[in-house]
């Protein structure tokens, strides 16, 4: 049973807090990102199945981080660094798999209650790879496969390696979208080079409409 307690605030709002912070028990939170990267880590060795990451983010083994979109355990950390270790089924569905040391990553931790959904709902399960195709004009365009494309529409959102981002406008091979200085700055987004390849994860909302709208 959780206890409460009253404090009085600014201008003597009364709210309520858990005296028994369920952050302590980290495994009763669903599994969630919402796409806004909290840090680019460093990767400091990857021998095709433990990574191993410098970072500072605030994670303990048996938590879930997104690294580049993807949802992985945290198995070990020291000396600020986070390890993982990585399925076959992780490496022949996203990009981790050509990491090697050196290599900048995207990291955000699971979202806790409480925490705003600043981004969009992202699950960290990629559904994907797509590929840079280049910028023209204010919009940088990515490259998607077919079964990952049908779920984008304009004004909807996508995760580019884990980062949330709003679609601005899509053609035959993929979608556009705007880049503000801010992502490029804190995330990797900035380094890709055209060709370079990214995970992808649509909106899982769509994915349940279409099976909703399903013929019976």
């Given amino acids: 049973m959780v206890q409460y307690e009253h404090r009085a605030g600014r201008g003597e709002r009364l709210y309520r807090r858990?005296?028994?912070?369920?952050?302590e028990n980290r495994s009763y939170f669903v599994r969630m990102f919402t796409g806004i990267v909290r840090e680019r880590g460093r990767v400091v060795a990857f021998d095709g199945s433990r990574l191993v990451v410098a970072a500072a983010t605030d994670a303990g083994?048996?938590?879930?981080?997104?690294?580049?979109?993807?949802?992985?355990t945290v198995?070990?950390?020291?000396?600020?660094?986070?390890?993982?270790?990585?399925?076959?089924?992780?490496?022949s569905r996203?990009?981790?798999?050509?990491?090697?040391?050196?290599?900048?990553?995207?990291?955000?931790?699971?979202?806790r209650a409480g925490e705003p959904l600043g981004g969009h709902i992202v699950q960290g399960h990629v559904d994907g790879v797509g590929s840079l195709r280049g910028a023209d004009g204010a919009l940088t365009w990515f490259d998607a496969p077919p079964e990952i494309l049908r779920y984008c529409v304009e004004k909807g959102s996508v995760a580019v390696d884990g980062t949330s981002?709003?679609?601005?406008?899509l053609d035959d091979a993929g979608f556009g979208v705007s880049l503000v200085p801010h992502t490029l700055a804190e995330t990797t987004l900035g380094t890709l080079d055209p060709g370079d390849a990214i995970n992808l994860e649509v909106d899982v909302i769509a994915k349940y409409v279409e099976r909703l709208t399903m013929p019976q």
């Fill in 18 to 23: 858990p005296l028994n912070r369920v952050r």
């Fill in 61 to 72: 083994i048996g938590d879930s981080v997104a690294v580049s979109g993807v949802c992985l």
């Fill in 75 to 91: 198995v070990g950390h020291e000396d600020g660094t986070l390890a993982f270790d990585v399925g076959e089924e992780t490496l």
């Fill in 94 to 111: 996203s990009t981790l798999g050509r990491l090697a040391a050196g290599a900048e990553v995207n990291l955000e931790p699971a979202l």
């Fill in 165 to 169: 981002l709003t679609v601005a406008a």
